[in-house]
């Protein structure tokens, strides 16, 4: 698959939505709007490859071209893998053997190596280090996406990846999405984070259940956008040594408040 099309279906009201929008390998697509706006129901949209049997009567290409029933309700090898805001692990299994037996499905050419880089992957996102040999269901929210993107990024076949609220993900979000394009994904990320939004190369602009504005980040915005970033990788920073029993007394933002 080289680009994914996403048709207009209609609103809430039954209006058309003017949509017609191709996505191809290494594009970030940001999706803003108001809580109940009709963000996750795109997602769903995307996730389930619609052919005009949803609610709001959206359709997807791929190539250009309806996909076929096998490639729709396949139960391997999908197309679209989607992380939700929580990932909550049941099974008894240590982060090593998750992987592997992830691994057992892909059958990657060197599964040692595959599991290293998984959880170097993993470290580079999350605060607090996850080991191989820790139990799946003590790692925290922020370690479980982390664990997860990275598995999506380097493991997983799905060249679409949704990704809803990673701002609530307790992960570095820059890191996270040049994982996955690094690795030739489309990434569309549901969000309400001002830095997280301008990111995407484009966004696209819900409201009453449909999108009513698609928009090119511009150059003035990506500059806002990285004065924004330092000014959040502060905060990271004011987190952590609160989180290490700091105080925090002096001027907390020096020269970097815009």
Not at 58 to 86: F, M
Not at 146 to 173: K, Y
Request: proline content about 5%.
């Amino acid at each position: 698959m080289e680009r994914i099309s996403i048709l207009g279906g209609r609103d809430k009201a039954g209006r058309r939505e003017d949509l017609d929008l191709t996505l191809r390998r290494g594009d970030i697509l940001s999706i803003v709007g108001p809580t109940g706006a009709g963000k996750s129901r795109f997602l769903e949209d995307l996730s389930c490859l619609a052919q005009g049997d949803t609610p709001t009567g959206r359709r997807v290409l791929i190539d250009g071209k309806p996909p076929a029933d096998e490639l729709r309700y396949a139960l391997e090898g999908r197309l679209v893998a989607q992380l939700s805001q929580n990932m909550n692990f049941i099974m008894d299994l240590t982060v090593e053997e998750f992987i592997r037996m992830h691994g057992e499905c892909r059958r990657p050419a060197q599964p040692d190596r595959m599991v290293e880089r998984i959880i170097a992957a993993a470290n580079r996102l999350t605060g607090e280090a996850i080991g191989a040999e820790t139990p799946v269901t003590q790692l925290s929210g922020g370690q479980s996406r982390a664990l997860m993107i990275a598995d999506t990024g380097l493991l997983s076949p799905s060249p679409v990846v949704l990704i809803d609220e990673l701002e609530n993900a307790g992960v570095d979000r820059s890191r996270a999405l040049e994982l996955l394009v690094g690795e030739d994904k489309i990434v569309l990320v549901s969000t309400h984070d001002p830095v997280l939004a301008l990111l995407g190369s484009r966004r696209l602009c819900f409201r009453g259940g449909a999108v009513w504005r698609v928009i090119e980040t511009s150059p003035a915005e990506q500059r806002n956008a990285a004065r924004m970033a330092a000014v959040n990788e502060r905060f990271l920073e004011l987190r952590d040594l609160l989180r290490n029993g700091a105080t925090l007394e002096a001027e907390p933002f020096g020269d970097c408040c815009v």
